[in-house]
């Protein structure tokens, strides 16, 4: 186990009770049960052990040549960097110890520390100093060699730690103490349990972090904005590949059957030549499957031919060798598969990136991303902040580690208390009685039943007020357990100081009492009537009845038990899985709407469709189009085109209309379409202002002057220059586009912006009532938790949250589940064996019964969250922090024996195996019947047992009316004695 110098060993349990103690305000109820001398357990608490010297502990510091280059690495501008590569460098060399036959006796030590570890004795010493003879005038180089050894693979956490270097180190430092006549037999125990020190200038290199920064927010968005871009131009050459490998003549297509290829149009000829005149034989299934004709009909013989290839566009072609599709030797079939699944897969992509908008600005146009269209589309849902999908990693042994620290070393101290005596409090109240006088209280109950009920604020359950006070006490944040266990780290004072300075305080609290008189009217058939009388009519002196509250005396004592190796880390939002699991309980949750902000003239042709369906405006017509077309037709035909008679076979026409206009359009252009058949013939058309006029079929077009409500349409048919008999037959089609004005435009924007409005308005009410329906849903479920159940979900949360900050993952490989062929669930047993390692280490390294917990406030947490965080309301105050809380600090005790192995995950990210783990009676045994229930340690008094009161609600009468005095001595306030007590 190597730790830094910040964090030192605990040495001997007597030691360590005498050492200095340093009090951190935490507090843990607890439950551990004990009659011992008829005490009951009151609260518990840890007195953290301050850092022990530096004899403590196992230094790796030398004056070595690689030491000395660490040191000046360290000093430099990239210290990382350059102790890496010198820790490299070194771990390459002939000098770095790989085995134990590296050293002098090597081997030797290595069976002496394994012996020395179960059991030693005063005469091993004398082995010891035996070893430092045997090894000669190597020892001190040997020495240096294993603790440069030592240091450098702990700086390279990758390479791993050969497994005898811990153990000749130790063995190294035991040898030198044996030299210098220091060394004892417990010396020997404490030198193979204390932690292995690195050289203070060397603290934090190997955890340090050179990665570059976090890109900002703006680097992210260009950089999804051009990878869509990149997408989208990936899937439409996707699609052009497909289209260009489509269509082929027979003649481009080859057949390959056994390394034979064959043009297509081969095959089709020698079918369509033996098709007619050969009999038809039945054919199987399975010939019909391998038959030349039947494989390439679905294209799995059927490959390009050179000539086909080279007909394809350079960019397929270029496809084709990006995705390693050769269409001269792959089917076409495959090939089309692979395009398809390509296609798949880009479009999942796009999904995915196109969700990951929303991150920033989901509805603007962002540089020249193809994927958003121009216009004003402002969004019409506003959605909760939801986390973006991630690929789980794959289902292996998972190998990172988070970068905590511990925190140091506690002792476990119980307070116990039991019930001393009674004694007399303050005055609870005084009756007067004059002489002659009788005093008589009544009360009568009836069915209208007035009583008066008195509440006073007494705390039965001196075990919560001890917690609360004991919190107050620390001065810090509330902290609870996940299970009855250690208690408090407590705070800058003696252990029986804090201890009774938390009794006192709950003496304080519980004897403080109020007085509420509430009334109730109950319709029952009953009546009781109560009379207190104090008579006093024969006597000729005033009379009193004094009362006095009667308060119980505890007596209470603290004991120690045994010690535990601490982490301290901090987890964001332990309850962020759990608000999320409320979220899809009952019923879905609603999608708030985005607020209509947009103005009216916003809303135009091209979006209005969007926000109409979008705020869900129902029978909305369209807005007016932007062109309407109004046409008229003129026609005429001579009465008899072969007749003699000019007046019979010509004719002459002339029409004119007032041709009426759609409301809010004006006449921007016209079309005008003319055919005439005749000698010379001449049409004049007159549409408005315009005229224009033709000899001979044609199209003529032209602008109008905006004209609105109506506009004059004519026709005059004629001869040209009036000696031909002129026109047989004419037709004329005008048409005049009208364009919508702004004002109509404008009318129907109002009229859309009102409804618009108006459905966003209702869609508000909704959303509220849907949101209280399902929140009232929640509230109801939460109240139907009971206490213990709560419980229960605040410690299994927070469980996973520490553990994902401890080893740096968020159990997306943990799945040793398959299905069958029915899909039924069944473990795989491969993946079981890989895992169970890594889920039994953490179950027992941590006592996660005793693990302790304490929220922080929601603006931790993400902002987004907020508002909502601040609407929870529940009436467990526990419970309540946890569901709104930011950040959770969290103290982990490490199960006594697994230190080493636990600080080697923390250093490495490397779990026991299996093997080690269930070696019965090893250093990481743990039974099971040990982790269902703790076994009773042996515990020892800290200090003497000291009183304090608590109200017991009785009342005491003094037998003659006087009222009671009270000395104080010695800071305790005694009521002189009363002989009738």
Same mark, same amino acid.
């Given at each position: ?34 009659d011992?001398?008829? /005490?009951?357990?009151l609260?518990?608490? /840890? ?17 070595t040549?690689f030491?000395n ?19 490299s ?6 000098d770095?110890?790989r ?8 081997e030797? /030590?290595?069976?002496?520390?394994? =012996? ?13 100093r035996q070893?430092?003879e045997?090894a ?8 240096? =060699?294993?603790?440069?050894?030592l ?5 390279l956490?990758?390479?791993?730690? #050969? ?17 210098h006549?220091?060394?004892?037999v417990e010396?020997?125990?404490? /030198?193979?349990a ?8 060397l ?5 340090s972090n050179?990665? #570059?920064?976090? %890109?900002?927010p ?10 869509i871009?990149?997408l989208t ?6 699609r ?7 269509f ?11 390394g034979v =290829? ?12 033996t ?20 494989? $390439? ?16 566009a350079?960019?397929?072609?270029q ?11 792959m089917p076409?079939?495959?090939i089309h ?11 999942q ?13 989901p ?8 994927v958003? $269209?121009p ?11 939801q ?18 620290? %511990?925190?140091?070393v ?6 116990r208390q039991?019930?001393?005596? +009674?004694?007399?409090g303050?005055?609870? +109240? ?20 007035? &009583? ?15 917690q ?25 004072a ?29 319709? &029952? ?6 009379e207190?009388?104090l ?6 002196q005033?009379d009193?009845?004094?009362?006095q ?35 899809r309980?009952?019923? %879905?949750?609603?999608? &708030? ?5 947009s103005?009216?003239?916003?809303i ?13 405006v *129902? ?14 037709t003129?026609?005429?035909?001579a ?10 076979n ?6 004119m209309? *007032? ?15 003319a ?5 010379k ?24 002057y905006?004209e ?7 026709v ?16 004329v089609?005008?048409e ?15 009229? $859309? ?25 929640v ?6 938790l ?8 605040v ?26 062929a029915f899909?039924f669930?069944h473990?795989?047993?491969s993946?079981?064996d890989?895992?169970s390692?890594y ?45 709104? *809380? ?22 490495t ?23 269902l ?7 020892? #008094?800290?200090g003497?047992?000291?009183h304090? %009161? ?8 003094r037998?003659?009316?006087?009222v ?10 005694n009521e ?6």
């Amino acid at each position: 186990m190597i730790t830094t110098d910040d964090a030192r060993s605990r040495g001997t349990a007597a030691e360590q009770r005498d050492s200095k103690k340093t009090f951190v305000g935490m507090v843990l109820a607890s439950q551990t049960g004990g009659d011992e001398r008829a /005490m009951e357990p009151l609260f518990t608490f /840890m007195s953290l052990n301050a850092p022990s010297s530096k004899a403590d502990a196992v230094p790796l510091d030398a004056d070595t040549a690689f030491q000395n280059d660490l040191r000046r690495a360290a000093a430099g501008d990239q210290p990382r960097t350059d102790t890496a590569a010198a820790a490299s460098s070194y771990v390459v060399g002939d000098d770095f110890v790989r085995d134990p036959g590296d050293v002098a006796a090597g081997e030797r /030590m290595i069976t002496e520390c394994d =012996r020395l570890r179960r059991e030693a004795a005063e005469s091993d010493v004398v082995r010891i100093r035996q070893l430092v003879e045997l090894a000669g005038e190597r020892w001190a180089a040997d020495r240096d =060699r294993a603790r440069d050894s030592l240091l450098a693979a702990y700086l390279l956490p990758d390479r791993g730690v #050969p497994d005898c270097l811990e153990s000749l180190v130790r063995m190294y430092a035991l040898g030198d103490a044996a030299q210098h006549g220091s060394l004892t037999v417990e010396g020997i125990s404490r /030198m193979l349990a204390v932690p292995i020190t690195i050289p203070a200038e060397l603290v934090g290199l190997r955890d340090s972090n050179d990665a #570059p920064a976090s %890109p900002t927010p703006e680097e992210q968005l260009k950089v999804l904005v051009q990878e869509i871009n990149d997408l989208t131009e990936w899937h439409g050459t996707l699609r052009f590949t497909l289209s260009e490998l489509a269509f082929h003549d027979a003649d481009e297509l080859v057949v390959r059957n056994d390394g034979v =290829r064959e043009a297509l149009s081969n095959l089709y000829a020698v079918t369509a030549e033996t098709s007619n005149d050969v009999p038809r034989l039945p054919v199987s299934p399975a010939a019909l499957a391998t038959s030349r004709m039947t494989r $390439a009909g679905a294209g799995r013989n059927i490959v390009f031919s050179g000539e086909a290839v080279d007909l394809l566009a350079d960019s397929a072609r270029q496809t084709l060798r990006d995705l390693d599709l050769d269409p001269l030797q792959m089917p076409l079939m495959h090939i089309h598969e692979r395009i398809f699944k390509e296609l798949e897969i880009t479009e999942q992509k796009l999904r995915e990136h196109h969700l990951a908008m929303r991150k920033f600005n989901p509805f603007e146009p962002v540089g020249a991303a193809p994927v958003f $269209a121009p216009g004003h589309f402002p969004p019409v849902d506003d959605p909760d902040p939801q986390d973006l999908p991630s690929q789980a990693p794959d289902a292996q042994l998972p190998t990172t580690h988070g970068t905590a620290k %511990p925190l140091g070393v506690s002792d476990l101290l119980l307070v116990r208390q039991h019930l001393s005596h +009674y004694r007399r409090g303050d005055v609870a +109240y005084v009756e007067n009685v004059l002489a002659h006088d009788k005093l008589t209280h009544s009360r009568r109950d009836t069915e209208a039943d007035e &009583r008066t009920i008195v509440d006073e604020s007494e705390q039965s359950d001196l075990r919560a007020v001890a917690q609360t006070s004991a919190e107050n006490e620390s001065g810090r944040a509330s902290i609870q357990t996940v299970a009855p266990g250690y208690g408090p780290l407590a705070g800058d004072a003696a252990a029986k100081t804090f201890a009774q300075s938390v009794t006192d305080q709950v003496s304080a609290t519980v004897s403080a009492r109020t007085r509420r008189v509430a009334t109730r009217r109950q319709l &029952r058939e009953r009546q009781e009537t109560l009379e207190h009388v104090l008579d006093n009519s024969t006597s000729a002196q005033v009379d009193r009845g004094v009362y006095q509250w009667l308060d119980k005396v505890y007596e209470a004592r603290v004991f120690r038990y045994d010690q535990r190796l601490l982490y301290d880390i901090v987890v964001p939002e332990p309850a962020a899985l759990y608000r999320r699991a409320l979220g899809r309980l009952g019923a %879905p949750v609603p999608v &708030r709407p985005a607020p209509f902000t947009s103005e009216p003239e916003q809303i135009e042709d091209h979006n209005w469709a969007y926000l109409v369906a979008g705020h869900g405006v *129902s029978g909305f017509e369209p807005p007016p189009p932007k062109l309407m077309v109004v046409t008229e037709t003129f026609f005429g035909r001579a009465e008899d085109i072969d007749h003699e008679s000019r007046i019979a076979n010509t004719v002459l026409h002339a029409e004119m209309r *007032s041709t009426r206009l759609p409301k809010g359009y004006r006449a921007k252009t016209y079309r005008v379409r003319a055919s005439l058949s005749g000698d010379k013939p001449w049409i004049s058309v007159t549409v408005g202002m315009r005229q224009p006029s033709t000899v001979k079929s044609d199209y003529m077009t032209g602008p109008l002057y905006d004209e609105r409500d109506s506009i004059p349409v004519g026709v005059n048919v004629t001869c040209f220059d009036g000696s031909a008999p002129g026109a047989w037959t004419f037709t004329v089609g005008v048409e005049i586009v009208c364009e919508r004005t702004p004002d109509a435009l404008a009318a129907w924007q109002a009229k $859309a912006h009102t409804a618009i409005l108006e459905a966003n308005r209702r869609r508000f009410q909704e959303y509220e009532e849907r949101l209280a329906n399902r929140e009232a849903a929640v509230r109801v479920m939460l109240q139907s938790l009971t206490p213990e159940q709560k419980r229960q979900i605040v410690q299994t949360e927070v469980k996973r949250s520490a553990l994902s900050v401890l080893t740096n993952q968020d159990f997306g490989g943990f799945n040793a589940i398959e299905t069958d062929a029915f899909a039924f669930p069944h473990p795989s047993l491969s993946a079981t064996d890989v895992l169970s390692p890594y889920i039994r280490f953490f179950e027992q390294a941590v006592e996660w019964n005793h693990v302790g917990y304490g929220f922080y406030p929601y603006f931790w947490g993400r902002k987004q969250h907020w508002v909502e965080k601040l609407a929870v309301h529940d009436p467990d105050p526990s419970f309540a922090g946890f569901l709104t *809380s930011g950040a959770a600090r969290v103290v982990l005790p490490i199960r006594r024996g697994y230190e080493p192995a636990f600080e080697q995950f923390m250093n490495t990210g490397v779990t026991p195996s299996t093997d080690e783990m269930l070696n019965v009676g090893g250093p990481l045994w743990a039974s099971l019947a040990s982790q269902l229930q703790e076994q009773e340690e042996p515990e020892t #008094p800290v200090g003497e047992p000291w009183h304090y %009161p608590v109200t017991s609600g009785l009342i005491w009468a003094r037998k003659d009316g006087s009222v009671p005095r009270w000395r104080l001595a010695n800071g305790v306030r005694n009521e002189s004695s009363d002989p009738a007590f």
